[in-house]
């Protein structure tokens, strides 16, 4: 599923009546609108967002979907969409956790760094990674938590690459 104007005279509207995501709430529950999937509890799914420079959704698409313990994400596959889709100049990732616990994992943590290194140097930033739990007030954003992190537990997680997480 994808989130894209349906026709020619959607495409000439001005920017101005896409919304604009002031809050990382409102981005999750316009994602879960479009991807009603994030709140399934059998397996896992990871959504890609696509911004403009203003903050407004431009595209979205379902890259991957796990088991119930885990889903694999790639970069490569993540900037392939990123870059296909017209307007994208930062994106966020969403996944959720059947488990309904919104806590981020350790391969959370890590892949959330990994993209985040790949869109420094593809220049698509990327905003957040956001682990969604039971419903879409049960959220928790990765990349909020690791700038907050101190930087022993940085080194601790992510080694001698710590520096480039925040």
């Known amino acids: 599923m994808q989130v894209k104007p349906t026709s020619l005279l959607e495409l000439c509207q001005p920017k101005a009546q896409l919304p604009v995501m ?17 709140l399934d ?28 313990k885990f889903t694999i994400v790639e970069p490569r596959v993540i900037f392939r969409h990123a870059i296909l889709t017209r307007g994208c100049d930062a994106i966020v990732l969403l996944h959720n956790h059947p488990t309904g616990d919104p806590l981020p994992s350790l391969p959370d943590l890590h892949a959330t760094a990994r993209i985040h290194e790949a869109g420094e140097v593809m220049g698509i930033p990327l905003v957040d990674h956001i682990v969604i739990g039971r419903d879409s007030k049960s959220f928790v954003p990765i990349r909020g938590l690791l700038n907050d992190a101190p930087p022993s537990l940085l080194e601790a997680i992510f080694g001698s690459r710590a520096g480039s997480n925040g």
């Open 41 to 68: 509890g059998y397996e896992e799914h990871c959504v890609l967002i696509c911004l403009n420079d203003s903050m407004q959704i431009v595209g979205g698409k379902t890259v991957s979907i796990g088991t119930d």
């Open 22 to 38: 002031h809050k990382i709430s409102d981005l999750v529950e316009e994602a879960i609108k479009q991807f009603p999937e994030l």
